[in-house]
Every structure is written in structure tokens, then in C-alpha cells.
């Protein structure tokens, strides 16, 4: 009997021996890779069914035949074993399922419970102290509403540390887009009034926010106080014309989120667009991996829509917040689904698929921004395809899978041998994997020697590689000439590594893409492409986006070294005092625009230190 046959044996028996209770099982194949993760309301029975002669699926039957080890874990209900399957497939990224990446957290608009409340922009956990509006499916939405706010309320988004520290209103003040109550040019019930109807604004209750200030404007006209009138009465007009230009606004609709799918070319789209307040926020697309080889048991028309809805709704939902309206352009039928996102967000979810008025006009909105979004995609990735074949062929690879081809390019930055920096950025699967770029700060050299920064980077790095704790790549591109080429000849021979994945990329005259030579150093002749290259176009691509995340990288620590040594430079000035004043105005911009009467209000200040600094910063 085969060592292949009794595995099957042992596999079967396992099978056979599992408990009719709810859980998650997990499929592996004979390298230990995770093929496939699902849950049951019944594992036995789930399971086995897996093992039947008949499987409905092509590519559960492909599956199968790949399974050699299964282990389940046990939960208390059908609703606890969806939160594990998902935890689990985003963890452990199964090939058969349908995989969406993690994102980065939504933004927020937050609004602080301070005495003199403050508006800002937040990324993060949420608190019961603050107010927090939102999620907004982008930066800009965020950006967007505070300068609503700002036109309409005068809020102050000011930084604590500058507001405490106004002597005179600051320039939003001048343009009125702040109230300035850090000079008490407003009184605090008049903003805090003016915070409360933003709070109603952004919860919807726009015609509420128009009753109070025309309630407030005669009241004060009744006063005769008729500067303050006129000023509640540009109030009303800011906010009629914010009301007039958002076409997507709504008075029916609070809080919902619509999602539409489109799937064509074996890809798929999700369009998520938000609903917060009655006002529509845009919209963001995701795209998910795995579809073409993701597992169905249903294969009727529409199987795979629901699906991915599910996968979605799922992942997605557990983890971030969600609205009591779900509008999508999909029918589901999965109750565990919505019992267990309601369990969860502590509310009831209605799970609209036939919507209505104003609700279908978004519905059509985000469907045809999936179906845009999704044909953008399959152009941008059959171009980058076409891409990764020219470099594969242009430098002779020997690649059975091009899906699988991975570059590592290095570069060096520094100003005149400041704040040296290398980074080392990747291209794999056709695309740019930023969640696997590095970078390393470069010590102990000669300043500006870009050869020494070049062997300490591509030492660290490799050496991990070396010693069999990392990925090695097919190609290592390296920003440079002979010179660089050759310091990395000397690691890789060093540490055993083969050279011929060394290719160095020499630049043309005016550094202008077209005109680089591929330098080698495996006994190949150097190599000049031409403008018309799809493979210099890439190899270009990633150059330049070494080049970027190096000079980004080298400019911030420049900043940070540059900040902490003008303040060291001044005598009397030590760490703790560097911190208090750093804190106590922002950094050190705040520093360099504070008086010395400003300076003196920092506890270990005296006048004395204080024109000293002041002296030494201008």
C-alpha cells in the first residue's frame, strides 16, 4: 500500500470521527499549505460531504484531491463559528476561498468633549468622551465636512497647544472660517451652540439646524443687537448653499451603506458607498482575490455574486462598524450571516435588494462605479501582464508561473551624506507589494559613500536569506552602475547567494527613462532596451518607486534630526526641557512662531532662557 493511500486512510477515518456540533474546519494539503476554510452547523456532516463520489464542483473535486490532513475546532453556535472562519481566513489566507485584504482603518470626523470643543480629523479606536462621525469611505470626505463645518459653524480644528497659547486670532479667523474662542471673540454658550447644531448637521437634522438659527437670528434682532444677527444670518446662508450644492442629500436616510458587485474575467469588484447623516460621502472599491478558484457548492446562475457578498459582508463587517441599512444589488439567503453581524453591532440590520426612490438612484450609482472600477482593473492588469512577460523574456528567466515573478530593487538617498537611507521596495504578482517594503537607516559610514550604504543594506538583507528565513527573488535590481553592481556581486558571492539575479540598472544621459543600461555581472553583456521597451518601462516603474520611498524616508529622518538638534544647540535647553516646549507648541515650527512672553509660560522658562531661544531660533 502507498504512503499516498494510507494518508487518504487516515484522512477518511478522521472524517468519520467528527462530532455532529457546530465549528470551522480546515483543509491542508501534503506541504502544510491551508487550501480551504469553512464553517457547519454540522461538521460530520459538512465534511463528509466533501468526500461523496459525486462532487457538484469542478473545483471542489480539484480541491479533494489535494487534501491530506483536516482539523476542526468545536464552537458553542452556527454564529460564533462564522466569526472564527473569517478571523481564520484572514489570518490564514486559504487559496480556495475568497480572500479580502485588510484595509486601513476608516476615518472619522471627531469632535472633542472639551470645555471649547475641537474638530479633527482621527483614525483609530473610539472612545465615549469624544463624538465621532462617520465612518467616511475616504480622507477627502473627511477634509470635505470640516470645511462645512468651518464655512457654516466657525468650529476650531486647531491643535490644544496652539489654542492655549493664542495671544491674537489666527488667519480662519480673518477668512471666517473660525469663531476664535481661544480669544474669547465668542462667548462660550454661543459656541457651544454653534457646536451642537454642527453635531445635528452631521446626524442628518439639517432643517432642525435651519429652524434653530432663524430662532436664534430674530431673537437677536428683537435685541437689536443687529451685528450678531447679520452674522447667524451668513450662518443660514452658508448653510443653504452647502444644502443646495450636495445633490446627494437626503432627509429619509440617516446612516445606510449600499454595495454593489460586478464580476467579470474571473475578477471581482465590491463598490462600498456611504450614507452618513442623509448625506451621501462617496464611495470606495475593493477587490477581492481567489474568485476563480474560490469553492461553491451552489453553481446555479448568480451563485458566485452571493458568494462574494457573503465574503464580504462578512469580513468586512466584523471588524468595523455597520449601519442599520444594508442596500445591495445581490439577494442573499445566508440568516446565520445577519444574526451574527446583529449579535455583534447590537442592533438590527435590514437587508435591502429591491430599493426605492432616492435609495435605487444610489444603488445604480455604485453598480456602475463597480462595473467602471472593475474594467479599469482587468485594462491596468493585463497591461502590467504584458509588462512582467517583456522583462521575463528580456532578461532570459527561466519562470514556469510569470504570476509568480518577484523583483527587490535597492536605492541609496541622502542630502550631501545627511540622514542616509536605503529602501528596498517589491514587485511581485504584477504589482507593487507596499506591505513589503523596507527601509534601513545606514550607520557607521564614511558619509556619502553610496557603495559602503549599499553593502550594508544588501548584507541585511540577504543574509536573513541566506540562512533560510526569508523569500528569495528572481531578479535584484539595483540603482546604479558597475559600481554598485560589483558591491553586490561581493555580498551575494560572500554569503553564497547565485549572482546571476544581480541587474543593475545604469542611467542614461539626463536620467531620462528609455535611455538606462541593464548592467550584469554574470558574464552577460550590458543591455540597452530602448524607449519602446515594455520591460524598461517596468524595470523603470520599480526604479523609481525605490527612488521615492527612499528620498520620503531620508527626508523624514533629516526632519526629525534637523528638529531635535536646532533646540540642542541652544545652552540651557536640555532633554527635558526640549520635550515640555515641543509639547507645549506642537513641535518645533510652534517654537520658532512663539514670543518670548509665550516662552516664558512654559514651566522652567525664565525671561532670561526664553529671549535666548528666542534669539537663537530667528
Not at 26 to 49: C, I, M, P, Q, T
Not at 305 to 334: G, R, W
Not at 440 to 459: E, F, H, K, W
Not at 536 to 552: G, K, N, S, V
Amino acid at each position: 500500500m502507498s504512503e499516498a493511500t494510507q494518508e487518504r486512510i487516515v484522512l477518511l477515518e478522521t472524517v468519520v470521527k467528527l462530532p455532529n456540533l457546530p465549528g470551522v474546519y480546515r483543509y491542508f494539503d501534503a506541504n502544510g499549505s491551508v487550501l480551504y476554510v469553512g464553517k457547519a452547523r454540522d461538521l460530520k456532516k459538512r465534511v463528509s460531504s466533501y468526500f461523496q463520489k459525486n462532487v457538484a464542483s469542478p473545483r471542489i473535486a480539484l480541491m479533494v484531491d489535494r487534501i491530506a490532513r483536516v482539523e476542526t475546532t468545536v464552537t458553542r453556535s452556527e454564529a460564533e463559528a462564522l466569526i472564527l472562519e473569517n478571523n481564520l481566513i484572514k489570518t490564514l489566507q486559504p487559496r480556495f476561498n475568497i480572500l479580502f485584504r485588510d484595509d486601513k482603518s476608516y476615518p472619522y470626523l471627531k469632535i472633542t468633549g472639551q470645555a471649547v470643543p475641537r474638530m479633527m480629523y482621527y483614525r483609530g479606536a473610539i472612545d465615549k468622551k469624544n463624538q465621532y462621525f462617520g465612518p467616511f469611505p475616504s480622507a477627502w470626505a473627511v477634509k470635505e465636512s470640516i470645511q462645512i463645518l468651518q464655512k457654516v459653524f466657525q468650529i476650531r480644528s486647531c491643535e490644544d497647544s496652539v489654542f492655549a497659547n493664542r495671544t491674537r486670532p489666527c488667519l480662519l479667523n480673518q477668512i471666517h472660517r473660525c469663531s476664535a474662542p481661544c480669544v474669547r471673540m465668542i462667548s462660550k454658550d454661543d459656541y457651544a451652540q454653534d457646536v451642537n447644531n454642527a453635531v445635528q448637521f452631521l446626524r442628518g437634522r439639517q432643517s432642525e439646524v435651519m429652524q434653530s438659527l432663524e430662532q436664534k437670528m430674530l431673537e437677536y434682532a428683537g435685541q437689536c443687537a443687529f451685528e450678531k444677527a447679520a452674522l447667524v444670518r451668513n450662518q443660514m446662508a452658508a448653510l443653504s448653499k452647502v444644502l443646495h450644492q450636495q445633490g446627494m442629500e437626503s432627509s429619509n436616510d440617516a446612516d445606510l451603506d449600499i454595495i454593489a458587485i460586478s464580476i467579470k474575467g474571473g475578477r471581482a469588484c465590491v463598490n462600498l458607498a456611504m450614507v452618513r447623516g442623509g448625506r451621501h460621502l462617496g464611495d470606495r472599491a475593493y477587490f477581492p482575490t481567489h474568485v476563480e478558484e474560490a469553492i461553491t457548492e451552489d453553481i446555479t446562475e448568480g451563485a458566485l455574486e452571493k458568494e462574494v457578498m457573503q465574503a464580504f459582508l462578512a469580513q468586512h463587517y466584523l471588524d468595523q462598524p455597520i449601519p442599520s441599512i444594508l442596500v445591495t444589488n445581490c439577494a442573499l439567503d445566508a440568516p446565520e450571516l445577519l444574526l451574527a453581524l446583529m449579535a455583534q453591532c447590537g442592533h438590527k440590520i435590514h437587508l435591502v435588494t429591491q430599493p426605492q426612490e432616492q435609495r435605487r438612484t444610489w444603488l445604480e450609482m455604485a453598480q456602475k462605479g463597480a462595473e467602471l472600477a472593475l474594467a479599469r482593473l482587468l485594462t491596468e492588469q493585463g497591461s502590467q501582464q504584458k509588462r512582467t512577460r517583456a522583462l521575463v523574456e528580456a532578461l532570459h528567466l527561466d519562470l514556469e508561473d510569470m504570476d509568480t515573478l518577484r523583483v527587490e530593487c535597492f536605492d541609496i538617498s541622502h542630502t550631501q551624506g545627511e540622514a542616509t537611507q536605503a529602501s528596498c521596495v517589491v514587485f511581485a504578482h504584477h504589482a507593487m507589494q507596499n506591505s513589503e517594503y523596507r527601509r534601513y537607516n545606514i550607520n557607521d559610514i564614511t558619509p556619502g559613500d553610496d557603495y559602503a550604504a549599499m553593502r550594508q543594506v544588501l548584507q541585511r538583507r540577504y543574509e536573513k536569506v541566506a540562512g533560510n528565513n526569508g523569500v528569495m527573488p528572481d531578479v535584484v535590481l539595483v540603482d546604479g552602475g558597475k559600481g554598485q553592481v560589483e558591491v553586490a556581486r561581493q555580498i551575494f558571492t560572500e554569503l553564497g547567494l547565485d549572482i546571476s539575479l544581480i541587474v543593475g540598472v545604469s542611467k542614461g544621459e539626463g536620467r531620462k527613462v528609455g535611455l538606462e543600461t541593464l548592467v550584469f555581472v554574470d558574464g552577460r553583456t550590458a543591455q540597452e532596451l530602448g524607449r519602446e521597451s515594455a520591460a524598461l518601462m517596468l524595470i523603470a516603474q520599480i526604479r523609481d518607486e525605490a527612488h521615492r520611498f527612499a528620498i520620503t524616508g531620508m527626508r523624514s529622518k533629516r526632519a526629525k534630526a534637523r528638529q531635535s538638534s536646532q533646540l540642542e544647540e541652544i545652552e540651557g535647553v536640555g532633554a527635558k526641557r526640549r520635550q515640555k516646549l515641543l509639547v507645549r507648541f506642537g513641535g518645533l515650527k510652534g517654537v520658532i512662531d512663539a514670543s518670548i512672553e509665550d516662552l516664558i509660560t512654559v514651566p522652567g522658562i525664565s525671561r532670561q532662557l526664553a529671549e535666548q531661544i528666542y534669539k537663537q531660533l530667528h
